[in-house]
């Protein structure tokens, strides 16, 4: 197994995309294209300043797409045509439109593309699933997720489309929800195995910036099982990503950053070893079809669909009497008063913001 594949998008998290096929035998490194310079760029890899010129002149079989969002579409589809496999970092697509948009594609070429949403490929959450339908938690009635990250002031200055809405005119896509917990939402997803009947949101922003920073989505689905996910980037405490499944019987926690699982009879989290590499997965695929894609870009259509109604919500400033600054990282950086207690509050109760006696909500 082997293959040449392509980087789109070198900078930011295309660094860690970078270390990554650095040490991988099964690919060779070809190409790169980034708009912007390439920083500490990879000896003997040709770099081009597009896309387009990189399909024409190096001949991938897969290019990962690493660049900002609102990019996606229009990378992906040329990659495509061109016969080329793609691996799309998260969030895939702007909207569903978007998304019906690379499946007609993706019918019309015969090519594969695989979403850069990693922890569906966690052995945990095979476990989890495996758990779910043995019965052993009995009816799945609730599922949660909290996720509370620091970000200090940088992470909002690290490029132009972060924080907004659009840029010269064209949209964007980012905030809590879309982006660093999107994963959360699609595990969410991933264990409902189904889409939502209804979808609410409540964002919030703690600095001046369009989209949330800090957010609560609640989702009910068919048969009566409801979701909620809260999270905020202007944490006290550090939580990286807890997934609580209430059944009938009993209950599991999944930690989907780094593949922890308690199950019922476990007296503690556990390590998962084995999360499955998305891009492995996909050149697997690519050389034999019958093995079937972690990530498509079909499986994530549930995902596209509540990112529309969570980019649609308004944005709600908190009074900054409820926020003060920490240093605890480079930069200085935000924090909500009580948020920790208020994301678990609502986990718990799946109980929105504007439900809980939160001082700083606006409904």
């Known amino acids: 197994m082997s293959a040449r594949v392509a980087l789109v998008g070198a900078n930011g998290h295309g660094l860690s995309h970078r270390r990554a096929l ?25 770099i081009y300043a597009s896309h387009r010129e990189l399909l024409a002149e190096a001949a ?31 969030p895939p697509v702007l909207d569903a439109a978007e998304h019906d948009c690379l499946l007609d594609v993706l019918a019309e070429t015969g090519r594969s593309c695989q979403v850069g949403f990693q922890a569906l490929g966690s052995p945990a959450l095979g476990e989890l699933l495996s758990t779910i339908d043995s019965g052993e938690l009995g009816r799945v009635e609730e599922i949660s997720a909290v996720g509370a990250w620091k970000r200090d002031e940088t992470y909002f200055g690290r490029a132009a489309w972060v924080g907004r809405r659009s840029v010269d005119g064209r949209p964007t896509l980012d905030g809590a929800l879309a982006n660093p917990f999107a994963h959360a939402v699609m595990q969410v ?12 949101v409540e964002r919030y922003r703690t600095r001046d910036i369009e989209v949330d920073d800090t957010a609560v989505l609640r989702l009910s689905f068919e048969g009566g099982l409801r979701a909620l996910v809260a999270v905020t980037l202007c944490a006290e405490d550090f939580v990286p990503g807890e997934i609580r499944v209430r059944g009938s019987r009993s209950d599991a926690v999944l930690e989907y950053p780094t593949d922890r699982l308690q199950l019922p009879a476990d007296p503690a989290p556990r390590d998962v070893p084995g999360r499955e590499s998305l891009l492995a997965n996909l050149v697997a695929h690519r050389m034999d079809p019958s093995v ?10 549930a995902f596209t669909e509540v990112l529309s109604v969570i980019t649609a919500a308004p944005v709600a400033p908190i009074d900054p009497a409820y926020l003060h600054t920490a240093n605890d990282l480079p930069a200085p950086r935000l924090v909500v008063a009580g ?5 678990r509050a609502a986990a718990s109760s799946l109980a929105l913001f504007s439900e809980l006696s939160v001082p700083w909500r606006t409904r």
């Open 60 to 90: 991938p079989d897969v290019v990962i797409v690493c660049t900002p969002p609102h990019t996606h579409l229009p990378i992906a589809v040329d990659a495509l045509r061109a016969g080329v496999d793609v691996l799309l970092e998260k």
């Open 292 to 301: 079937e894609l972690v990530a498509p870009l079909s499986r994530t259509l």
């Open 189 to 200: 997803l991933a264990i409902a195995r189904r889409p939502p009947t209804l979808v609410e």
């Open 22 to 46: 650095s040490s991988m035998s099964f690919v060779e490194f070809v190409a790169i294209a980034d708009v912007a310079p390439v920083q500490d760029p990879p000896r003997g890899v040709p």
């Open 339 to 343: 948020i920790n207690e208020t994301l």
